[in-house]
C-alpha cells in the first residue's frame, strides 16, 4: 500500500512535469528561431512506473535561453504558469548567450521587441544627437548675440566641459538606475560636448597651446572608451576609439614631436586589441577600427615623414606588426576569434565574416614587408633587405611550433582557432620566404635555389606525409620556372656547346634541364604516395610531362629555325606519348597527341613546303627538308594511334582510328609540290592507298580499309591535274593517249578499293555504301574518260562539229546499252537505272545540243531515228522485264 502510494505521487509529478515542457514548448515556438530538425524527433513514449522510491530531482534553470515578451519584465522559464498561454509574437527576439565574463545580461538589454528597440535604443541615439546638436546651435546663437563676450574665456570652457561631465553622470545614473542602453544618449552627448571643448579650448578661445589641447581630446577619447568597456556597451567605446583616431587631424598644421604620432597609435592600438581580446567576438568592431585606423594613420605618417630614420619607422612597424599578431594569438587560444565550433565540418565554406580575423593576418604582414622594403629602398639601405622576411617567417615559425607544433599544422586539418591560426603562420612563412629569395637572388642563381628549396619541401612533405609541404614545393618550383621561362631561357647570353643540325646548348639550356629534373623528381615523388585514379595522381603525370617539356624546349631560342623547333616537338611528343603508355597516364597520352597536331599545324603554316625551292627530286617526286618531319610526325601519329588502340576504352580506340587516318593523310600531304609531276603524285598515292589495305589485314581494329578507299578515290584529282588542257595536244597515238590509260587506272583501282573494302568489313553497313560508292564513281570515270578519247577520235575523223557532237552522243547511248545489259544479268536494278539515266540524257544532247545546227529535215530525221531506237529499247526492255518477272494471270470469273 506504501509503495502505490509513492508510485501515484511520483506518476502525478511527472505528469505536472510534462505538462509544463510542453507548456515551455509552446511558449518558445514562435519566440526562438526555427531550424530544421536532422532526424524526426521519436515518438512519445508513456513512463514507467518505477520500482523503487526515487528522489525528485533538483530543477535545472536555463543558462542561456530567455523569454522574450512584451512586458517590461523578463520571467525565468520556471516561474510561468504551468497552463499554456497563447505567446505575444515580437518582431525581434531571440535567445542571449553569456559573455565572456560569465555574467547574465541584464533584463532591459535583452528585452528587444519593437516597443522597446524604439523607445529605449533609437529614441536614446536620436536624443544625444539632438542634444549635441541643440547645444551647438545654443552656443552659436549666444555667439552671435555676443552673450560670451561678457564671460572670459576660461569661464566658457569650463561651463561648457562642466555642461558635458554632468551629462556623463547622468548617464552613470541611468545606467546603474534604469539600463545601460538607456545611458548611451546622455554618455554619447556628454563626450561630444568635452570633444568639442577640448578643441575650442585650443583652436578657438587659445587658452590651452597645442599639446595641453591634444591631450585633452585623448583623455576624452580614453574616458569614452573606459566608460563603454565598463557598460559593455561596444557603441560607446567604438565612438570613443573613432575620435582617438581623428583626434590627430585636428593637429596636423601644428609642430609636435617625431614620436607623438607613433606613440599615439601604438597606444590606441593597444586599447582597442586588449578590450577585443577580454571581450572575445562582441568587441570585435574594436579590432577592425584599431586596425584601420593604426594601419592607415601609420602608413600616412611613415610616408609623409622620410627626414625620420629607417630605425623609428622599421621600430614602429614591427611593434604593430607584433601586436595585431599577438592579440589574434591570445584570442585564439582563449577560443574566441572567430565564431566556429571545434571540430567543423571540413568540407563546409568558411564565410568572410568569420574568416576576417584570420585573413587580417595576411594584410598585416604584407603592410609591414611593404613598407618596410619602401623605406629601407627610400632611406638607400638596400643591402640585407632579404632579412626583413626571413625575420617575419622565422617569428610566425616560432609561434606556430610554439603553441600547435609544425607537425600537427603540416599534417592534420586544423580544428580550432589556434591551429586555424598556426596554419596561416605557416602559410605566411613560406610566402615569406618566397619573397627574401627574391630579393636575395637576383640574378640566374635564384632559378637553381628556388628549385632546390622546392624539390626540398616536397621531400620533405613525402616523408611527413603532408600535402601542405608539398603544394608548398610545387608553388615554389613554379615562380623559379615562371623566372626562367620569362628572364633567362629564351635570349642567348653564353653558348656552352654547338651540335649538328643548329642545336646549341647555353645557360638557359643548362637551366631548364635543372628545372626538368625538379620536376620530374617532385611528379614522381606525388605518383608513388598517391592511388590510382585520384587527383594526385593526375597531378604527378601532369608534372612529370611538364619536365619533359622543360628538358627539350631547353634547347631552343631566339636563335633556332622553325625547322629546329618542329623536331623537337616532333620528339617530345613520341617521348610523352612513351611515358605515358609506360605509366598508363590518359593525361599524357592526351598531351602527346595535342603536340602533334600543333606540330602539323607548324609544318603547315611556317614550313610552305609546296613551293619552296631547296628541294630534292626522285621520279618525279619534289621533297623539300620539311618533308622529312612530316615523314617522322607521320609515323610517330601511326605509332600512337597503335597504343591507343590498345586500351579498352571506346572513346581511345575512336581516337585511334582518327590518328590512323591522319598520319596515312600526312604521307598523302608530304609528297605535294607545285613542280611534282601528277603521275608521280598519282602512283605514290595509289602505293599509300594500298598500303593502307595491307596494313588493315594486319591491324583492323584502326579500319585503314576506308582510309584506302578514300586515298585511292583522291587520285582522281592528280589524273584531272594531268588532263586539264592537254587531252587534245597529244601525239599519241589514237585509243593510246596516257590520260585515257591513266583514267582507266584510276578507275579499276578505285573499283578494286569498293572490293577490297566490302570483303575487309563483311556486314558492315557503311562498308557497303562505301562499295556501291566506288563502283558507281568507278564507271562514270570510265565514261568520262573514254567519251574524252572519243571526242578526239572523232576530231580528227570528221570535219563537221555536229559530227564530232553525235560520235560522244552515239558513245554514250552504246556505254548506257552497255549498262542495261549486266543490270539484267546481275540483276542490279542501280546499275540498269544508270543505264536508263544515260540513254535519256544521252537523247537530249542529241536533240538540243547535237541538232541545234543543222538544217529542219535532218533534225526531222534525226527524231525519228532517235524516237525509234528509244521505242526499241524500251520494247525489249520491257520483253525482258515481262520474262524475268512474269505477271500472274487474272483470276477468271469461275474462280
Known amino acids: 500500500m506504501e509503495h502505490s502510494l509513492e508510485d501515484r505521487d511520483l506518476q502525478h509529478q511527472l505528469d505536472a512535469l510534462l505538462q509544463r515542457i510542453e507548456a515551455i514548448e509552446s511558449r518558445l515556438e514562435d519566440v526562438l528561431p526555427k531550424e530544421k530538425s536532422k532526424a524526426p524527433p521519436p515518438p512519445p513514449v508513456a513512463p514507467a512506473v518505477p520500482q523503487k522510491s526515487i528522489e525528485p530531482a533538483k530543477p535545472v534553470e536555463p543558462a542561456s535561453q530567455v523569454t522574450m515578451t512584451e512586458g517590461t519584465e523578463l520571467q525565468a522559464l520556471d516561474q510561468r504558469p504551468e497552463t499554456p498561454q497563447t505567446p505575444v509574437k515580437s518582431t525581434a527576439s531571440g535567445s542571449i548567450n553569456e559573455t565572456a565574463f560569465g555574467k547574465r545580461v541584464s533584463a532591459a538589454f535583452t528585452n528587444l521587441t519593437l516597443e522597446n528597440l524604439v523607445g529605449g535604443r533609437l529614441y536614446a541615439i536620436l536624443g544625444a544627437l539632438l542634444v549635441i546638436i541643440a547645444a551647438g546651435t545654443m552656443l552659436k546663437l549666444a555667439w552671435d548675440a555676443e552673450l560670451f563676450d561678457l564671460l572670459p574665456d576660461q569661464l566658457k570652457c569650463f561651463l561648457a566641459a562642466a555642461f558635458g561631465g554632468a551629462l556623463i553622470v547622468s548617464g552613470e545614473v541611468a545606467r546603474r538606475k534604469i539600463s545601460a542602453w538607456a545611458s548611451i544618449g546622455l554618455t554619447t552627448a556628454g563626450l561630444g560636448v568635452l570633444y568639442a571643448t577640448s578643441y575650442a579650448a585650443w583652436d578657438v578661445f587659445e587658452v590651452v597651446p597645442a599639446s595641453v589641447g591634444f591631450i585633452l581630446l585623448v583623455a576624452t577619447s580614453g574616458l569614452g572608451i573606459f566608460l563603454g568597456a565598463r557598460a559593455k556597451l561596444l557603441s560607446v567605446a567604438a565612438l570613443s576609439l573613432i575620435g582617438g583616431y581623428l583626434s590627430p587631424l585636428m593637429f596636423m598644421d601644428t609642430d609636435s614631436s617625431t614620436y607623438t604620432l607613433p606613440v599615439y597609435l601604438i597606444a590606441l592600438l593597444l586599447v582597442g586589441l586588449i578590450l577585443c581580446a577580454r571581450s572575445g567576438n562582441t568587441y570585435a568592431l574594436l579590432r577592425s577600427i584599431s586596425w584601420w585606423g593604426t594601419i592607415g594613420f601609420g602608413t600616412l605618417w611613415i610616408m609623409t615623414s622620410p627626414s625620420v630614420s629607417a630605425w623609428t619607422h622599421m621600430i614602429f612597424i614591427a611593434c604593430v ?484 557532237r553525235a560520235a560522244v552522243s552515239i558513245w554514250w547511248g552504246l556505254f548506257a546499252i552497255g549498262l542495261l545489259i549486266p543490270g539484267f544479268l546481275r540483276d542490279a536494278p542501280w546499275v540498269r537505272y544508270a543505264g536508263l539515266s544515260l540513254l535519256a540524257l544521252a537523247a537530249a544532247k542529241a536533240v538540243l545540243y547535237d541538232l541545234a545546227s543543222v538544217s529542219g529535215v535532218w533534225r526531222a530525221v534525226s527524231f525519228l531515228v532517235l524516237g525509234l531506237l528509244m521505242l526499241g529499247v524500251g520494247l525489249i526492255y520491257a520483253r525482258v522485264m515481262s520474262k524475268r518477272h512474269p505477271t500472274e494471270p487474272a483470276p477468271t470469273s469461275s474462280d
Not at 399 to 409: D, E, F, Q, Y
Not at 557 to 563: A, E, G, P, R
Not at 584 to 613: A, C, E, K, N, P
Open 321 to 804: 606588426w607584433a601586436t595585431i599578431q599577438l592579440e589574434l594569438v591570445y584570442s585564439a587560444t582563449q577560443h574566441q576569434l572567430t565564431t566556429l565550433p571545434r571540430d567543423e565540418n571540413a568540407d563546409e565554406l568558411i564565410g568572410w565574416d568569420v574568416i576576417r580575423p584570420l585573413a587580417s593576418s595576411f594584410t598585416t604582414t604584407a603592410w609591414a614587408i611593404a613598407l618596410a622594403l619602401m623605406t629601407c629602398h627610400n632611406q638607400g639601405l638596400d643591402t640585407g633587405t632579404w632579412l626583413i622576411p626571413v625575420g617575419l617567417a622565422t617569428a610566425l615559425l616560432a609561434a606556430s611550433a610554439h603553441k600547435v607544433g609544425l607537425r600537427t599544422i603540416l599534417c592534420t586539418r586544423p580544428t580550432d582557432d589556434l591551429q586555424r591560426l598556426a596554419t596561416v603562420f605557416v602559410t605566411e612563412a613560406g610566402a615569406l620566404v618566397f619573397v627574401a629569395m627574391s630579393i636575395a637572388f637576383g640574378d640566374w642563381t635564384g632559378v637553381i635555389a628556388w628549385t632546390v628549396l622546392g624539390v626540398g619541401a616536397v621531400v620533405a612533405g613525402d616523408r611527413l606525409n603532408s600535402k601542405a609541404l608539398i603544394v608548398y614545393g610545387i608553388i615554389t618550383q613554379a615562380i623559379g620556372g615562371t623566372n626562367l621561362m620569362l628572364l633567362e631561357w629564351w635570349v642567348v647570353t653564353v653558348v656552352d656547346a654547338d651540335f649538328a643540325g643548329g642545336f646549341t646548348i647555353t645557360r638557359g639550356t643548362v637551366l631548364m634541364i635543372v628545372a626538368a629534373l625538379g620536376w620530374l623528381i617532385t611528379g614522381g615523388l606525388i605518383r608513388r604516395a598517391s592511388e590510382t585514379g585520384s587527383t594526385w595522381r593526375q597531378a604527378a603525370h601532369f608534372l612529370m610531362g611538364l619536365g619533359i617539356t622543360m628538358s627539350l624546349i631547353g634547347f631552343l631560342n631566339d636563335q633556332s629555325t622553325s625547322l629546329q623547333a618542329t623536331w623537337v616537338l616532333i620528339v617530345l611528343s613520341a617521348l610523352i606519348m612513351t611515358v605515358g603508355t609506360y605509366l598508363t597516364s590518359r593525361g599524357l597520352h592526351t598531351y602527346g597527341i595535342v603536340i602533334q597536331f600543333l606540330t602539323f599545324l607548324m609544318i603547315v603554316m611556317v614550313g610552305h613546303w609546296w613551293d619552296i625551292s631547296e628541294q630534292l627530286q626522285f621520279a618525279g617526286i619534289v621533297l623539300t627538308p620539311w618533308w622529312w618531319p612530316m615523314l617522322a610526325l607521320s609515323g610517330v601519329t601511326f605509332a600512337s594511334s597503335q597504343v591507343l588502340s590498345r586500351i579498352d576504352v571506346e572513346d581511345r580506340r575512336q581516337m585511334a582510328i582518327g590518328l590512323a587516318a591522319f598520319a596515312i593523310a600526312m604521307l598523302f600531304l608530304g609528297v605535294l609540290h607545285e613542280e611534282a609531276s601528277h603521275t608521280s603524285v598519282l602512283v605514290v598515292w595509289l602505293l599509300f592507298s594500298a598500303g593502307a589495305f595491307t596494313l588493315q589485314t594486319v591491324r583492323p581494329e584502326l579500319c585503314l580499309s576506308k582510309t584506302g578507299f578514300i586515298g585511292t578515290v583522291l587520285t582522281i584529282w592528280p589524273w584531272i591535274q594531268s588532263i586539264e588542257g592537254r587531252w587534245e595536244d597529244q601525239s599519241n597515238p589514237l585509243g593510246f593517249t596516257n590520260g585515257l590509260w591513266w583514267g582507266l587506272i584510276v578507275s579499276v583501282a578505285i573499283w578494286f578499293a569498293a572490293i577490297m573494302e566490302r570483303r575487309l568489313n563483311p556486314g558492315h553497313r557503311s562498308s557497303r555504301y562505301l562499295a556501291a560508292f566506288g563502283m558507281g564513281l568507278a564507271t562514270l570515270l570510265v565514261l568520262v574518260a573514254t567519251s574524252h578519247e572519243v571526242a578526239r577520235i572523232a576530231s580528227e575523223t570528221f570535219t563537221a562539229e555536229s559530227g564530232q
